[in-house]
Structure formats: C-alpha cells, structure tokens
C-alpha cells in the first residue's frame, strides 16, 4: 500500500516540474526559434536594422522607438499611445501579428506554439540592459 502513495507522489511532483519548466521560456531554444527572425531581425552587439527593426532592448521598450527605422503609421500610432513591448505583448504580437496590429507592416505569420514565444522572448530578454 505505501509503494502506491510513494508513486504517487512521485509522478505528481514530476508532473507539476514539467509544468513549472514548460511555464518558463528558455534561452537556449529561443536562440533555435529566433532563426525564423533573422531574415528581417537582428539582436547583439552588432545588431543594426535590417527589413524590421533590431531587438536589442525589445523587452520593455515603447512600440516604434528605434531611431532610424520607418516604421508602418499603425506602429507608430501604437507607439504613441504608450504601447510597451511587454513580455504580454510581446507574445501576444508574436502569436499573430495582423491580429494584435492590424495593418502592421511585419509579413510574419506568427508563432503559434505558446512555449515557442516564451522561449523566443527569453532569449531576446538576454538583449535587454538591466
């Protein structure tokens, strides 16, 4: 009988560690899904504008603040009133660009799968100043 608790316990503490870890994004999987970005993006010392903007300082930063970049005038307007890139945001734009900024200029379809963003969004927090 106590065999049965002990396994129990078990799998219920291997079932709650593997939704806490799925909870979380990680970099190093970001790193593999951000290789659908680099056509138009680019992050690191190096990072300049390309077709979008760089993303160095994406998390945290107000929509269409990079100077330089032309942004499309629905991106700017966003921008405008106050939009922040968020981590919220910013997977929620991920999930499906047209939808959260209609007529946005990004061509991107989106990413679909919901732990492709937190971890593309955790890789690109490795960007961002403290």
């Known amino acids: 009988m106590q065999i049965h608790v002990i396994v129990g316990l078990v799998l219920t503490a ?10 979380q994004g990680n970099a190093e999987s970001g790193e593999e899904v951000f290789r659908k970005c680099r056509a138009c993006h680019q992050v690191g010392l190096t990072a300049k504008n390309l077709v979008g903007p760089m993303l160095n300082d994406i998390v ?4 269409a603040s990079i100077e330089g970049f032309k942004y499309s005038p629905v991106n700017q307007d966003a921008g405008a009133k106050g939009l922040v890139w968020t981590e919220e945001n910013l997977s929620k734009y991920l999930d499906n660009p047209a939808a959260f900024m209609p007529q946005n200029r990004m061509a991107f379809p989106g990413l679909k799968d919901e732990q492709d963003r937190k971890d593309v969004i955790e890789y ?3 960007f961002t100043k403290k």
């Open 124 to 126: 690109l927090k490795k």
């Open 60 to 63: 945290g930063r107000k929509a």
């Open 14 to 23: 291997s079932a709650v560690w593997s939704w806490s870890a799925g909870a």
